[in-house]
């Protein structure tokens, strides 16, 4: 295992390698890291709902009723009833026809886009896609072209090079792109896909629970219902819990069922999993207070930021970058506010390009304005003492 060690070694010569700290506590607006209390703004628990009492007592309950565990994958053993109601409720609040859930979201993706496209079939895809529709495309059969980031001139131009030489054409974006925090130019996407016959796949896990009248996501942001084909939203991020999903029509559905090789092969969500997420999907139904806390958070910590003189990027969501460059004075600033009481963490390549490190900080419903004032406090004297600002 040389060649290993000496990879390793290369990432601490970049000044790039990390070591996990440890939470020993809930994920929440503060946790206990390394045995430190700190102000986390490394999340994507958005809403807080991770540790809300309503969805933790939904989980106990659940394995008191269902057990530990699924049993097995879903086509050999089955559903569980409440699989099927978390389900039926994401459908009626994404207010689409049917929903499938999936394990992750990495498996929404590795999954569907391998099963609805086949050979004879083109794939676009936008260049900062996340890396999971990235996999996704690659374990298709389809041929792939990419268009440069949210450049809707040169998705035109691809799909009146190439729509006719293919059967089916496939347009797959993010909705909310995660390292930079700016929206998809959706509303064009879906008039150039209905104009050149072709169909859509937006993956929202950064937008749901996020964007929209209660956190409906980026499709009904845009108003857009009834008009994108293939909606992929994840239960790890706003929902708080784990698994992903896929809303569409029902012979999507079915056609997932015999065809996805994440629901063929693994076994199902587990119950405790299934019954959060239908809790937290509850919540959102019943108001906008926790969505609505987060934008006001995410405004206020946007503003400070801003004023003291940090590049926030052109970020349109509560993902707030501060830009820095290079990788190892990304990673410096990344200890450095941890030591001092804010856990942010670095983001450099591979995740993001070479050059364009920063700190990714995820705002939640959950952070006080204490939380926030202490971290932007803390921002100032790393950056200032870093040459940063």
């Avoid at 890291?33 to 958005?46: D, W």
């Avoid at 706003?238 to 996805?260: D, E, M």
């Avoid at 092969?265 to 969505?291: G, R």
Wanted: hydrophobic letters at 40%; a neutral charge.
């Amino acid at each position: 295992m040389t060649f290993l060690a000496k990879k390793i070694e290369k990432l601490k010569e970049d000044g790039v390698y990390r070591e996990l700290p440890v939470n020993y506590g809930p994920c929440d607006n503060k946790i206990n890291l390394n045995g430190k209390e700190v102000v986390n703004l490394s999340s994507n628990n958005y809403l807080g709902l991770a540790n809300h009492p309503r969805v933790k007592q939904a989980a106990i309950d659940a394995v008191n009723k269902y057990g530990a565990g699924a049993g097995a994958v879903r086509t050999i053993v089955g559903n569980q009833d409440i699989i099927g109601k978390l389900e039926d409720l994401l459908a009626e609040f994404k207010h689409e026809e049917a929903v499938m859930c999936f394990q992750s979201g990495l498996n929404c993706n590795i999954g569907t886009i391998q099963a609805i496209v086949d050979k004879g079939d083109l794939i676009i895809s936008d260049e900062l896609n996340h890396a999971s529709i990235i996999d996704g495309v690659r374990l298709s059969k389809a041929d792939k072209a990419v268009f440069k980031h949210s450049d809707m001139e040169q998705l035109e131009l691809i799909l009146k090079e190439k729509r006719s030489s293919y059967n089916q054409v496939l347009i797959i974006t993010d909705g909310v792109f995660s390292m930079d925090g700016d929206l998809a130019k959706l509303p064009k996407i879906v008039e150039l896909a209905e104009q050149y016959n072709a169909l859509t796949y937006v993956d929202d896990a950064h937008g749901s629970g996020v964007l929209g009248l209660g956190g409906r996501g980026t499709v009904d942001h845009f108003h857009l219902h009834g008009r994108v084909d293939f909606i992929i939203g994840t239960l790890s991020k706003a929902i708080g819990v784990v698994g992903g999903y896929v809303a569409s029509k029902q012979v999507t559905k079915t056609w997932l069922s015999h065809r996805a090789r994440p629901l063929l092969f693994s076994t199902a969500l587990p119950p405790a999993a299934t019954a959060a997420s239908i809790e937290s999907v509850k919540i959102l139904m019943e108001s906008t207070e926790y969505s609505d806390r987060l934008w006001s958070n995410a405004n206020y910590f946007k503003e400070k930021l801003s004023k003291l003189g940090f590049d926030t990027g052109h970020s349109e969501t509560p993902i707030t970058p501060v830009m820095i460059g290079n990788e190892a004075k990304t990673m410096q600033f990344s200890k450095a506010l941890l030591e001092a009481g804010v856990y942010v963490s670095g983001i450099v390549f591979p995740t993001v390009a070479l050059g364009k490190g920063r700190l990714r900080c995820m705002i939640s419903a959950s952070h006080t304005i204490e939380d926030l004032d202490f971290a932007i406090e803390q921002f100032e004297k790393v950056g200032k003492k870093l040459q940063i600002i």
